[in-house]
């Protein structure tokens, strides 16, 4: 039997990079999945196709991250196409590099909002749903822990929110017997970071183990983290960087 048969997860921002690897991971190990996207159409369509052609249960949900109303409504599709929900992971994030002093007041919302506020919503209404045994899962960075260089302030603000979060909804879960984590990627080969980009060899110099991880490197931290194997870790982070943070 797989570890997560027949467990119904929902995945922010899954049609692209380590979203995708997640969704696919989590419906390889037997999970139904839902996942959510806001532009990315034919990646999500395609993603569908490839697991529902494996034999795997899986949706797509048109959703804002940005937008209240959308998350809302991802979770209560969720759970009327699958009857229940087991594991929230709070993937979608978004990046705005630039000097301190040149963002927008606009700017800031727009970051806190898909970074930060978004996490929070979605998981007040996967409460509503998940019992004893559920996860919420958030994937941060490892630049909550380390401003790794300039222009990075708001999204490291946004990040390192989330170590608090995952402190405090714990505490408050844990009676209900529900785990909540936070995984902290750093350099990892996606369309957004690629590991053959002009900043790459300097992201690489600063790890112990000098290659970006893989996509899939994350799901399967994910994966165990949503597994019964995971049951007793709750209120804490891993942080898969190579080595970036030590």
Request: aromatic share 6%; glycine share 12%; charged share 20%.
């Amino acid at each position: 039997m797989k570890k997560l048969e027949n467990k119904v997860a929902l995945v922010t921002g899954g049609s692209r990079g380590i979203g995708a690897a997640i969704v696919r991971r989590l419906a390889a190990e037997g999970a139904h999945v839902a996942f959510t996207y806001a532009r990315s159409v034919e990646k999500a369509n395609a993603l569908v196709a490839e697991i529902t052609g494996a034999g795997g249960r899986v949706i797509a949900i048109g959703a804002d991250s940005a937008n209240t109303g959308e998350i809302i409504n991802a979770v209560n599709e969720t759970v009327a196409e699958f009857g229940r929900l087991d594991v929230l992971v709070n993937n979608a994030a978004i990046f705005l590099g630039k000097d301190f002093y040149e963002h927008t007041e606009e700017e800031y919302d727009q970051i806190m909002t898909v970074n930060v506020k978004a996490v929070y919503i979605a998981a007040r209404e996967a409460v509503k749903h998940l019992k004893a045994g559920g996860r919420i899962i958030t994937i941060g960075s490892n630049m909550g822990d380390n401003a790794i260089g300039q222009q990075m302030t708001l999204y490291t603000m946004s990040k390192s929110s989330l170590q608090g979060f995952t402190r405090g909804l714990a505490r408050d879960l844990g009676p209900k017997g529900i785990s909540v984590t936070l995984v902290q990627p750093g350099p990892t080969d996606t369309d957004m970071n690629p590991a053959d980009s002009g900043h790459a060899d300097y992201l690489r110099s600063r790890m112990a183990l000098p290659q970006y991880a893989a996509a899939a490197d994350v799901a399967g931290v994910v994966s165990f983290l949503a597994s019964d194997e995971a049951g007793h870790i709750t209120g804490s982070w891993v942080t898969i960087d190579g080595g970036f943070n030590a």
